[in-house]
């Protein structure tokens, strides 16, 4: 298949752009995306936020306005480059009205430092888009990943909203928990996947193991956890390919991941954490780090084959290199992908499960 050819480039398009370009956002998201603008040679004419964040401060020297403001200084005909991400409802609904009323760009950046998804990443990895898209266990895996194509590609909203289904859809079709779960959560944060997981299991598990780094988090994920009784044990650590001590930009959130700066951190394989003790559901959400996890991973994948949920979007080449990972693993998993509600395309994940 040529990718290529299923969507025009949102870099190229802004480039030929005479329009003024307001980035909507401010923050990580938007300075990412001005840096790609200087690399590209675009011109960005100015910034607004939502009314509420509107202080009048300034981002990049820009004067952050309203939309209201920008629209009196620039007129209605305008391009917008939405530069946050959100899975809010409310700041969703916001987005696509937007959309339906101007020219909307949600440019592809990735969470994690690295290459951008554009056409010379597509022309450099196409052999490993197309082995992972014939991996593919269903239709709705297939419309996933093209429709991911499309939008990193095009940065239109349309090819998100187009594929996205709930989490209901993939628990109760494709993971199918039981009361009887072994889960193994790797970045676990305060807890919140220990409840999605305990939603579907009406509170009953076997044994929770759960690693988060992150100081903050990880008082949080303990005291949620002496909450549910039963045998969970709860580590201040990441995810890893061996037991190691690393450095951790420990920042809470989106922004604590493994670095060349920051805390020493003490990492764990689950391999050696599980010390060969089941795992019948494994979760990872390391912030780009699911390879060395997968790694750290691989002979209690091979022993238990767990179901697998793993986030898919850290890196540009996730969507489509996490499957070659697991496959690699194990050749008997069926993998599936699956989009859930947010803009840009994160809360893309994998998932797998042995026959």
């Not at 888009?129 to 266990?137: I, K, N, P, T």
């Not at 949620?224 to 995810?239: D, F, I, K, P, S």
């Amino acid at each position: 298949m040529d990718f290529l050819t299923l969507e025009q480039s949102v870099w190229e398009m802004l480039q030929a752009e005479t329009r003024p370009i307001l980035l909507y956002g401010m923050g990580d998201g938007a300075d990412k995306i001005l840096a790609q603008f200087d690399v590209r040679g675009i011109c960005a004419s100015g910034v607004f936020a939502s009314d509420e964040f509107v202080r009048g401060h300034s981002f990049h020297g820009f004067r952050v306005l309203r939309l209201s403001e920008a629209i009196e200084q620039f007129g209605e005909d305008i391009v917008i480059v939405i530069a946050f991400a959100s899975q809010r409802p409310e700041v969703l609904e916001k987005m696509y009205a937007l959309d339906a009323k101007y020219t909307v760009y949600a440019p592809d950046v990735p969470v994690v430092p690295g290459p951008v998804f554009d056409k010379s990443f597509v022309r450099e990895h196409a052999d490993e888009m197309q082995a992972a898209f014939d991996l593919l266990a269903d239709e709705q895996s297939r419309r996933v990943f093209l429709d991911t194509v499309r939008f990193k590609l095009s940065g239109k909203l349309q090819y998100l909203r187009d594929s996205e289904t709930d989490k209901d859809e993939v628990f109760q079709m494709v993971l199918r928990p039981t009361r009887e779960e072994h889960f193994a959560d790797l970045g676990a944060y305060t807890g919140d996947t220990i409840r999605e997981l305990l939603h579907y299991t009406n509170g009953a598990f076997a044994s929770v193991t759960a690693l988060e780094p992150d100081r903050r988090s990880f008082r949080k994920l303990s005291a949620y956890a002496e909450t549910l009784g039963g045998n969970v044990r709860c580590e201040q650590a990441g995810a890893w390919s061996c037991d190691t001590v690393l450095h951790f930009s420990d920042q809470a959130g989106r922004q604590s991941r493994v670095s060349k700066q920051g805390k020493e951190t003490q990492m764990r394989a689950l391999d050696s954490v599980l010390d060969g003790a089941p795992c019948t559901y494994l979760k990872m959400d390391v912030e780009g780090a699911e390879y060395e996890a997968l790694a750290g991973a691989a002979q209690t994948i091979r022993t238990y084959r767990p179901k697998l949920n793993l986030a898919a979007y850290h890196r540009s080449a996730d969507f489509f290199a996490l499957p070659l990972a697991v496959h690699a693993l194990c050749k008997d998993y069926r993998l599936y992908l699956r989009h859930h509600p947010y803009v840009p395309a994160w809360d893309t994940n994998l998932y797998a499960v042995y026959p």
